[in-house]
C-alpha cells in the first residue's frame, strides 16, 4: 500500500467509486471498489477491455459461480490497467503538464518524496538533476486498490427451480471469494457489523495468512465505529489467524450512506480511547494470531505486524486533517463526500454533479429510504428522489426488484423480497388499509412504508451514465448518498485542487457558516436523541429508558471531553475556539435539559 499521501478514497455507493482506481491509482491515491454489483462490474469490464487490448469475453449466468468470477475478472482488469498506467507514467519527462509531474505536485508538503523532486526540479540540466529524476522514477508508488463488502448485505441466492444454492454462493461470500482469487495484493474492507459466516470463511483462502517473511498478499480492514467493536472483532479473527491490519473508524452520523449511530458515543473520545489502547491492542492480538497459526501449522508473524488506524467521516478542512492525524496518531484520514465534486476521481454522472454542485445545506438529509431499516444519508435533489414522488403520485409505489442485493423480509413471502419493491409494498399497503386505522395513523404508517427507495440500481446508475452507457431495464433514475459535509463545498473541482484542499494549500469551502469537525458530528447526535426521545415516548420499556441514559451521559462525557480537548486544537483561530466553546455549552445545556421519561412498562 503506498503510504505517500496521508489520505484515501472509501467506498461510496456501488458505483460511485468502482472506477475510482483507474482514475487515481497510478497518483498514488488509495481508494475503494463495492464489490457486490457483479452486473455493473461486466458492463464496465466490457468498457475498459479494450484499454489493455483485450477482447471482452461475457461470463454469463450460466457458468459456474459466476458471480465470484465475474467480481474476479474485473478486480484482475482494473489491476492490470493501472499496473500498465503506472509503468507508463514512471517513464514521461519531468516536464510540466506530465502526469509524473502531477504525481510528485500532488504529495503532501512535508512528504521526503516531495522534497527530492523540488530539489530536482531546482537543479540545472546535466547528470545530478537526471540522476535524481531516476531515483523519483523509482520512488512511485501506485495507489491500492482495495475493495468492500458490506457484511450484513449477505443474501442467499437460489436455483431457478427454487432451490437454496449452499451457502458458499451467498452475496458476501461471493464477493469474499471473487477477491481472494483475484491478482491484487490489496485490502478487503468489512464494514456494516459482523457476519458470522463471512468470517468463518475467511481462512479457506491462503492470501489472508503470512508467508514465510510475514507478508500478507490479502489484507483485512475492518470500518468501526467504536473501539469495543474493533478489540470484539480483532479477537474473533486473530482466533483463525488473520490479523486486521487496519481499523477504519467512522463517524456513525457524520459520514454517508448508512449512518450506524453509536450509543451517543463521539469521534473524538472513541479516537482517544484508540490512542491509548492501540499498542496493548496490537500486542494482544497479535499473541492470538500467532497461537492461532501455530495450531494450524503455518508461518506464523516473527515480528509485530503493523496495526494501522485510520479516520474518516466529516472532515473538512487541513487544519482538521492534520489534527486527527498528529494528535491521535491516526496514519491516514479518509475523504469521501468532498470527492464526488471530483470527476477525475469518481464516477457521477452530469446531471447528478451539477445537482452537487449547486446544492443547499437543507439539500442533504438524514432519511428512512434504505429497505434494510438503518438510516440512510440522502440527497433531495437526486434523480431517484424525483422518481419515488412520481410513483407515489401515479398511485404506482415501489420499485420493480432485479438485483434484490436488499431482499430480506419474510412478512408475506416464504423466500425474503425487499421493503423498497413494488411486490411488497402492494402487499404492505393492502394490509393497512384492512386495518382501518385512523386517519392520521394510517398516513404516517404508510409514508414509513413508501419511502422505502430501491438502492441496488439507483446506487449504481450513475457509473453507467457517467461514461454513456444505459443502465438496465431503463431504470435511469440516481440515488446518491453524500455525507452532510458536503454541505460545504460548492462547485466541481480537479483532482489538484482537492488534494491542495486537504492538505491546506488551496480552501474550496464555500460561505456557509461551518463548526468544527467534532461540533457538527455533535449536532447530528443531539438531533438524533431528540428523535429517539419522541419515537419513545408511547412504547417506552425499561431497556430502552437505559438505552437513552447510557446515549444521554456518552453525549455528556463526549462534551466535557471537547472543553478540555480545545486548547490542543493549535491550528486553530482565538476565535473559531471561543464560538466552539459556545456551541459546546449551548449543546451541554439542551442535552442536560432532556428528560428521560419512567417507562409505562417492563
Given at each position: 500500500?503506498?503510504?505517500?499521501?496521508?489520505?484515501?478514497?472509501?467506498?461510496?455507493?456501488?458505483?460511485?467509486?468502482?472506477?475510482?482506481?483507474?482514475?487515481?491509482?497510478?497518483?498514488?491515491?488509495?481508494?475503494?471498489?463495492?464489490?457486490?454489483?457483479?452486473?455493473?462490474?461486466?458492463?464496465?469490464?466490457?468498457?475498459?477491455?479494450?484499454?489493455?487490448?483485450?477482447?471482452?469475453?461475457?461470463?454469463t449466468e450460466?457458468?459456474?459461480?459466476?458471480?465470484?468470477?465475474?467480481?474476479?475478472?474485473?478486480?484482475?482488469?482494473?489491476?492490470?490497467?493501472?499496473?500498465?498506467?503506472?509503468?507508463?507514467?514512471?517513464?514521461?519527462?519531468?516536464?510540466?503538464?506530465?502526469?509524473?509531474?502531477?504525481?510528485?505536485?500532488?504529495?503532501?508538503?512535508?512528504?521526503?518524496?516531495?522534497?527530492?523532486?523540488?530539489?530536482?526540479?531546482?537543479?540545472?540540466?546535466?547528470?545530478?538533476?537526471?540522476?535524481?529524476?531516476e531515483?523519483?522514477?523509482?520512488?512511485?508508488?501506485?495507489?491500492?486498490?482495495?475493495?468492500?463488502?458490506?457484511?450484513?448485505?449477505?443474501r442467499?441466492?437460489?436455483t431457478?427451480?427454487?432451490?437454496?444454492?449452499?451457502?458458499?454462493?451467498?452475496?458476501?461470500?461471493?464477493?469474499?471469494?471473487?477477491?481472494?482469487?483475484?491478482?491484487?495484493?490489496?485490502?478487503?474492507?468489512?464494514?456494516?457489523?459482523?457476519?458470522?459466516?463471512?468470517y468463518?470463511?475467511i481462512?479457506?483462502?491462503?492470501?489472508?495468512?503470512?508467508?514465510?517473511?510475514?507478508?500478507?498478499?490479502?489484507?483485512?480492514?475492518?470500518?468501526v465505529?467504536?473501539?469495543?467493536?474493533?478489540?470484539?472483532?480483532?479477537?474473533?479473527?486473530?482466533?483463525?489467524?488473520?490479523?486486521?491490519?487496519e481499523?477504519?473508524?467512522?463517524?456513525?452520523?457524520?459520514?454517508?450512506?448508512?449512518?450506524?449511530?453509536?450509543?451517543?458515543?463521539?469521534?473524538?473520545?472513541?479516537?482517544?480511547?484508540?490512542?491509548?489502547?492501540?499498542?496493548?491492542?496490537?500486542?494482544?492480538?497479535w499473541?492470538m494470531?500467532?497461537?492461532?497459526?501455530?495450531?494450524?501449522?503455518?508461518?506464523?508473524?516473527?515480528?509485530?505486524?503493523?496495526?494501522?488506524?485510520?479516520?474518516?467521516?466529516?472532515?473538512?478542512?487541513?487544519?482538521?486533517?492534520?489534527?486527527?492525524?498528529?494528535?491521535?496518531?491516526?496514519?491516514?484520514?479518509?475523504?469521501?463526500?468532498?470527492?464526488?465534486?471530483?470527476?477525475?476521481?469518481?464516477?457521477?454522472?452530469?446531471?447528478?454533479?451539477?445537482?452537487?454542485?449547486?446544492?443547499?445545506?437543507d439539500?442533504?438529509?438524514?432519511?428512512?429510504?434504505?429497505?434494510?431499516?438503518?438510516?440512510?444519508n440522502?440527497?433531495?435533489?437526486?434523480?431517484?428522489?424525483?422518481?419515488?414522488?412520481?410513483?407515489?403520485a401515479?398511485?404506482?409505489?415501489?420499485?420493480?426488484?432485479?438485483?434484490?442485493?436488499?431482499?430480506?423480509?419474510?412478512e408475506?413471502?416464504?423466500?425474503?423480497?425487499?421493503?423498497?419493491?413494488?411486490?411488497?409494498?402492494?402487499l404492505?399497503?393492502?394490509?393497512?388499509?384492512?386495518?382501518?386505522?385512523p386517519?392520521?395513523?394510517?398516513?404516517?404508517?404508510?409514508?414509513e412504508?413508501?419511502?422505502?427507495?430501491c438502492?441496488?440500481?439507483?446506487?449504481?446508475?450513475?457509473?453507467?451514465?457517467?461514461?454513456?452507457?444505459?443502465?438496465?431495464?431503463?431504470?435511469?433514475?440516481?440515488?446518491?448518498?453524500?455525507?452532510?459535509?458536503?454541505?460545504?463545498?460548492?462547485?466541481?473541482?480537479?483532482?489538484?485542487?482537492?488534494?491542495?484542499?486537504?492538505?491546506?494549500?488551496?480552501?474550496?469551502?464555500?460561505?456557509v457558516?461551518?463548526?468544527?469537525?467534532?461540533v457538527?458530528?455533535?449536532?447530528?447526535?443531539?438531533?438524533?436523541?431528540?428523535?429517539?426521545?419522541?419515537?419513545?415516548?408511547?412504547?417506552?420499556?425499561?431497556?430502552?429508558?437505559?438505552?437513552?441514559?447510557?446515549f444521554?451521559?456518552?453525549?455528556?462525557?463526549?462534551?466535557?471531553?471537547?472543553k478540555?480537548?480545545?486548547?490542543?486544537?493549535?491550528?486553530e483561530?482565538?476565535?473559531?475556539?471561543?464560538?466552539?466553546?459556545?456551541?459546546?455549552?449551548?449543546?451541554?445545556?439542551?442535552?442536560?435539559?432532556?428528560?428521560?421519561?419512567?417507562?409505562?412498562?417492563?
Amino acid at each position: 500500500m503506498s503510504t505517500q499521501h496521508t489520505f484515501h478514497i472509501p467506498v461510496m455507493g456501488l458505483g460511485f467509486t468502482m472506477e475510482s482506481p483507474i482514475k487515481v491509482a497510478r497518483f498514488g491515491i488509495s481508494s475503494v471498489i463495492s464489490i457486490i454489483e457483479d452486473e455493473l462490474m461486466e458492463r464496465l469490464r466490457e468498457l475498459y477491455s479494450p484499454w489493455v487490448n483485450e477482447t471482452f469475453v461475457p461470463i454469463t449466468e450460466q457458468v459456474e459461480d459466476w458471480r465470484a468470477k465475474r467480481i474476479q475478472a474485473y478486480l484482475n482488469l482494473v489491476n492490470r490497467i493501472v499496473t500498465q498506467q503506472v509503468e507508463k507514467l514512471r517513464n514521461l519527462p519531468f516536464v510540466m503538464g506530465t502526469e509524473i509531474v502531477k504525481y510528485f505536485e500532488l504529495l503532501p508538503d512535508d512528504s521526503s518524496v516531495k522534497a527530492l523532486y523540488q530539489n530536482m526540479m531546482s537543479l540545472e540540466e546535466g547528470e545530478a538533476k537526471a540522476q535524481l529524476q531516476e531515483k523519483l522514477r523509482g520512488e512511485i508508488k501506485p495507489g491500492a486498490i482495495d475493495v468492500n463488502i458490506m457484511a450484513k448485505v449477505d443474501r442467499n441466492n437460489y436455483t431457478k427451480e427454487g432451490e437454496m444454492l449452499p451457502k458458499e454462493f451467498s452475496d458476501a461470500l461471493s464477493s469474499l471469494r471473487g477477491f481472494a482469487q483475484s491478482d491484487l495484493e490489496s485490502s478487503v474492507v468489512f464494514s456494516a457489523g459482523y457476519n458470522p459466516r463471512l468470517y468463518a470463511y475467511i481462512d479457506t483462502f491462503s492470501d489472508f495468512f503470512p508467508d514465510e517473511k510475514g507478508y500478507l498478499k490479502k489484507k483485512i480492514v475492518l470500518k468501526v465505529s467504536d473501539y469495543r467493536s474493533a478489540l470484539t472483532q480483532g479477537k474473533i479473527l486473530a482466533k483463525k489467524g488473520l490479523w486486521v491490519s487496519e481499523f477504519r473508524i467512522e463517524s456513525g452520523l457524520n459520514c454517508g450512506g448508512h449512518a450506524f449511530a453509536t450509543d451517543g458515543l463521539l469521534l473524538g473520545p472513541i479516537m482517544e480511547e484508540f490512542k491509548a489502547n492501540r499498542e496493548a491492542l496490537a500486542a494482544e492480538l497479535w499473541t492470538m494470531c500467532n497461537q492461532a497459526l501455530t495450531a494450524k501449522g503455518v508461518p506464523t508473524f516473527e515480528t509485530q505486524p503493523v496495526l494501522r488506524v485510520t479516520v474518516q467521516g466529516g472532515i473538512g478542512t487541513a487544519n482538521e486533517n492534520a489534527f486527527l492525524l498528529d494528535y491521535y496518531q491516526a496514519d491516514a484520514t479518509g475523504w469521501g463526500s468532498p470527492f464526488l465534486l471530483v470527476p477525475e476521481a469518481t464516477s457521477v454522472d452530469e446531471n447528478t454533479l451539477q445537482a452537487l454542485a449547486t446544492a443547499k445545506p437543507d439539500d442533504y438529509y438524514l432519511s428512512h429510504a434504505s429497505p434494510l431499516g438503518i438510516p440512510f444519508n440522502n440527497f433531495r435533489k437526486s434523480t431517484a428522489q424525483h422518481q419515488l414522488a412520481a410513483r407515489i403520485a401515479k398511485n404506482r409505489p415501489g420499485s420493480p426488484c432485479y438485483k434484490k442485493f436488499l431482499v430480506a423480509n419474510t412478512e408475506f413471502t416464504e423466500i425474503p423480497i425487499c421493503a423498497a419493491s413494488r411486490q411488497y409494498q402492494h402487499l404492505k399497503i393492502n394490509q393497512l388499509k384492512e386495518q382501518n386505522l385512523p386517519s392520521e395513523a394510517y398516513e404516517a404508517q404508510l409514508a414509513e412504508v413508501t419511502e422505502k427507495d430501491c438502492l441496488c440500481e439507483g446506487l449504481g446508475a450513475s457509473a453507467l451514465l457517467s461514461e454513456g452507457l444505459k443502465p438496465a431495464h431503463n431504470l435511469n433514475a440516481v440515488t446518491i448518498c453524500p455525507g452532510p459535509n458536503l454541505a460545504y463545498f460548492s462547485g466541481v473541482f480537479t483532482l489538484q485542487q482537492m488534494v491542495d484542499h486537504i492538505y491546506g494549500r488551496l480552501n474550496l469551502l464555500n460561505s456557509v457558516k461551518r463548526s468544527n469537525l467534532f461540533v457538527n458530528e455533535l449536532r447530528m447526535y443531539v438531533k438524533y436523541f431528540d428523535d429517539e426521545l419522541k419515537k419513545s415516548a408511547d412504547n417506552l420499556t425499561t431497556k430502552k429508558v437505559r438505552y437513552l441514559q447510557l446515549f444521554q451521559n456518552n453525549l455528556l462525557q463526549g462534551v466535557a471531553y471537547y472543553k478540555e480537548l480545545i486548547p490542543s486544537l493549535k491550528n486553530e483561530a482565538e476565535r473559531y475556539l471561543e464560538e466552539m466553546k459556545e456551541e459546546l455549552n449551548q449543546f451541554e445545556n439542551t442535552i442536560r435539559n432532556k428528560t428521560v421519561p419512567v417507562p409505562v412498562s417492563a
